[in-house]
């Protein structure tokens, strides 16, 4: 390998500048220049071996680029909420046997009867996430899945359910750690946040569960295996792998100031969830497209978990069939027809990749440590502050979308001549904010 490369010259960055100005043949250089002013991130389309200032192997710290050493393996993840038991069941076993490896249990009512959502359910094989809002729901689900502490996780929202005692789950998970504490960047993100501003949010909420967890009388160790992350996922890919790997770097920062004992501790155990902020229920097929790139960008960044939500599952006429088996067969067919669980972080090396990583982590430190310094999101004020800052960088999406800066195909560009006729349902929102969702934008604007 040494004396292949020995054939080539190394070629310097001026020179190589001057040849990509070159072939621009006459075109504006600074069009290799982008001013991202939501994001206020500034990058270049170009650059060059001296621009590297690290260089990280997978599964060395600061884990940037993970702590897979294998292979890029990650689960394909069902969403079932729980309205109907029995319904609930149906959908849990028909996904088990059409490509899902893995499932996102969500409760949507109080008083649920776990032993019909879950009967025939073998969850000692499958890899299970259950959304709860209370500990009881967690102690039905333990009975009824004995043996299955490295399979079965918890998700719970502390900051959105105020009324619910983390103090109480702690004491429950002290001697057998399972994940329970959920930081939700997704909902954030759905909200129009920046990525930074989405990592910054859970770097400050992950922080407080662990610091509170410890509290409770759990070293750091076992209070880092509670705590787990939502991302969302967006359109901009490059923006999306390095966010990613921004926080996987800046959990690692954290974790080794409490200085734990095992490398496991370092891991921050991602679940990436495909929304609906840029899908269409007027030109579905589009949907495909970007939902197919937005999983490519978080596989490519080593999660551990995707979710893919189907384009219509907030549409007036329900989830259609295809839509469903759509979201489950994408993850699918990356792995098995285009193999990227084979290659760990392939994009790693990228010059202009590691500069967005370490520029979405300047500035979601910088915001982190704001968030810190006034005393947490856990904090009304801080928290009301911040919202405020999304909500901000959310108008100025809108705009940007309305002035036709920001295309979205099928939506407020080339829109489909045969529209399916539909409409959205009210999306959820999170923390009092309102979701984006660009085609209600553009049908609230032609109201």
Known sequence: MNSFFKEFNLVGKEEWIEKIHADLKGKDPSLLEHNDEIEEINYSSVYHISDRTTYEAPGSFPFTRGLKTNLNDWKNTAYIPVEDEDEANVKILHFLMTGADALW????????????????????????????????????????????????HFNVDFLSLSNVDIQAFAAHFQQQQQRFALVNGFGVQQSGATTWQEIAFSLNVGHEYLVRLMEAGLNVDDAAACIGFHIGVGSNYFYEVAKIRTLRALWAKIIKAYQPEHNCSYNCA????????????????????????????????????????????????????????????????????????????????SYSLEHLTNAIGQKAWETFQSLEKN?????????????????????????????????????????NPDPVVSNWNALPEYLGMKPLNFELITKTVSA
């Not at 000692?124 to 689900?141: A, G, K, P, R, T």
């Open 105 to 152: 249990i969500v409760a949507k009512k109080e008083n649920i009867d776990w032993n019909k959502v879950l009967s025939d359910v073998q969850l000692e094989h499958i890899h299970s996430q259950f959304s709860v809002n209370s500990l009881e729901d967690v102690q039905s689900i333990q009975a009824l899945s004995a043996h299955t502490l490295n399979t079965v």
């Open 270 to 349: 991602i679940t990436a969830i495909i929304g609906h902020t840029n899908k269409s229920l007027s030109d579905p097929h589009t949907n495909l497209l970007r939902q197919t790139t937005e999983v490519m960008s978080a596989l490519n960044a080593g999660v551990e978990n995707i979710v893919t939500l189907p384009h219509d599952l907030y549409s007036d006429k329900g989830v259609d069939s295809i839509s469903a088996r759509m979201a489950i067969n994408i993850p699918l067919i990356l792995k098995e027809e285009s193999y990227l669980d084979k290659v760990i972080d392939p994009i790693g090396g």
């Open 375 to 415: 005393g947490g999101l856990f904090e009304e004020s801080t928290l009301h502050a911040f919202k405020k800052d999304v909500e901000s960088k959310r108008s100025l999406r809108e705009k940007a979308f309305l002035a036709g800066d920001t295309l979205l195909i099928g939506i407020n560009k080339f829109a």
